[in-house]
């Protein structure tokens, strides 16, 4: 059988592949930003492409459509998170304990959160008014994030290191929605990040009550 040769590649193809994915991201950070501050209905497509710097035309060149856009702006709140969550477990040992796995996963979640803002926060205004095909299309991701944490809390349980009486779908809806919403108010002016996963990982665990049994 004969060897297929790959044509060469034309003299500045690199380039304009290059520079079409610095467009394409550009694109994507510029509606992450108006879809959080504007909403959803409320932008247009128009006002996504002047933020981005290109014409109004020159969009369809890159996505298909509106909701296009919105549905890689929310995949991207959610993996961009999934990504430091699993690469956090992944970096611990085998016998790691659950508390520890728990702590990773907390601090991974808030790292890739707060530090992604436009993206995740668009992600958690708007979920209630996109469209439900939009929602449909994201469900997946969404999903198999949320199937991560009930996993990890399902292990938790079989190993008697969560309290038999808890439903971990209820504990994962309660951690993951207080997370959530720290976007929101998180202000880094008013101490380190790691005292701030400290304070949310003890409150997770232990409660807010002052511990009576030391008195």
């Keep these: 059988m004969a060897t297929r040769t790959r044509a060469p590649r034309r003299p500045g193809a690199d380039a304009q592949a290059d520079a079409r994915a610095e467009t394409r991201e550009r694109v994507l950070l510029e509606a992450a930003r108006l879809f959080r501050h504007r909403g959803y209905a409320a932008t247009t497509l128009r006002e996504i492409a002047d933020a981005a710097g290109i014409k109004a035309g020159s969009i369809y060149y890159h996505f298909a459509s509106k909701e296009e856009i919105l549905v890689e702006v929310l995949d991207k709140g959610i993996q961009v998170i999934y990504d430091h969550v699993r690469a956090s477990v992944e970096a611990l040992p085998p016998d790691a304990s659950f508390r520890d796995r728990l702590s990773a996963v907390i601090e991974a979640h808030l790292w890739g959160l707060l530090h992604h803002g436009d993206f995740t926060s668009a992600n958690i205004r708007i979920y209630g008014q ?3 095909s939009a929602k449909k299309r994201h469900r997946v991701i969404r999903r198999d994030y949320a199937d991560y944490w009930d996993r990890l809390f399902e292990s938790a349980l079989a190993a008697g ?8 779908a209820v504990v994962r809806l309660y951690v993951l929605g207080a997370l959530n919403w720290t976007v929101e108010w998180y202000n880094p002016q008013r101490g380190s990040f790691a005292e701030f ?4 990982t003890t409150m997770v665990f232990d409660g807010i009550l002052a511990d009576r049994t030391a008195h």
Excluded: A, E, N
Excluded at 161 to 168: H, M
Excluded at 197 to 200: E, T
């Design 161 to 168: 290191q969560l309290r038999s009486d808890t439903s971990t």
């Design 197 to 200: 996963v400290r304070q949310i």
């Design 130 to 132: 996109i469209p439900d």
